[in-house]
């Protein structure tokens, strides 16, 4: 089992910068891919990124292609999205995700869950 604390939220302005940060407990955290969804006001959770267990398979949503990056070190049981050149819709709720395919997209296929931590940015 994991339990997941996301940080590093905030109010940036479009173009900013920010690193939100998953911090797991447990000592299977090197087991599970990890992911990063996001929920908007009025819309339903949405899947931005994955890494496998291993950190060498990566998934992106295509609106985040070329901004966001997604890493984690598994000797801080941690993992990170690093999300550049920010948008007014990038703008909801980022979740961090425990599951056991980094190719899945779908909320059901994740297993643990965040609490979430606010992305606001302003145009």
């Known amino acids: 089992q994991v339990q997941l604390v996301e940080s590093g939220g905030g109010l940036v302005q479009a173009g900013d910068s920010l690193r939100l940060s998953c911090a797991a407990s447990g000592r299977t955290f090197e087991t599970y891919a990890m992911a990063w969804f996001r929920q908007a006001p009025g819309k339903e959770r949405e899947f931005v990124a994955a890494?496998?267990?291993?950190?060498?398979?990566?998934n992106y949503v295509d609106s985040v292609k070329g901004r966001f990056t997604i890493s984690r070190d598994n000797a801080k049981n941690t993992v990170y999205l690093q999300m550049n050149s920010l948008k007014p819709e990038d703008t909801a709720v980022y979740y961090c995700?425990?599951?056991?395919?980094?190719?899945?997209?779908?909320?059901?296929?994740?297993?643990?869950w965040g609490q979430g931590t606010q992305v606001t940015v302003s145009s």
């Open positions: 995700a425990a599951g056991s395919n980094s190719r899945a997209i779908r909320t059901s296929e994740y297993g643990y």
């Open positions: 890494i496998s267990w291993s950190g060498r398979s990566k």
